[in-house]
């Protein structure tokens, strides 16, 4: 007589205990992972609100444009003053100054260059050097376009004498 055997896999409680680890794993995994994202994204958020509240409370304005044809001194010809006032409740910096679509790179004094700080209720006047491709025809409406670190633009018109 044959007698024949049952072999069974693995008990019941053997595979629930294996189920239950690995369902905690995957799930001790999942809930790391989700708390990164979720602070990079918290992150990202907040430096963006915070950018957009100080571009808000940034305030620039042009309070005087002044052409100078010669201001004096030999390396002083082609001369453009603009006088702006930080009137908004945080400091701006100014990175960029455009006259007639030329960017200026040129200043009278490395006091009167860019980029400046300019502080909450104060002024600061930018004398630059126009090149050859900036230069202003007198009568006629030149553009002055400045930039803030914060992407805010400030564009005018002036006319020279």
Partial sequence: MKFVRAHRGLSSVIT???LLTSVAVLGSSIVAWSNGNLKTFETSLINTSSNMTNKINENLNIENVAFCTNCGSANSKNIINVT???TGTVA???TSMQVNSTAISSYLSMSTALPATI??????TIS???SANAVWKSKSADTITITTQR????TTQAAPP
Avoid: D, E, R, V
């Fill in 84 to 86: 702006l006032t930080n």
């Fill in 151 to 154: 992407g805010t633009t400030l």
């Fill in 92 to 94: 701006a910096k100014i």
């Fill in 128 to 130: 630059a050097k126009l």
């Fill in 16 to 18: 629930t205990a294996i």
């Fill in 119 to 124: 502080n909450q209720q104060a002024s600061y």
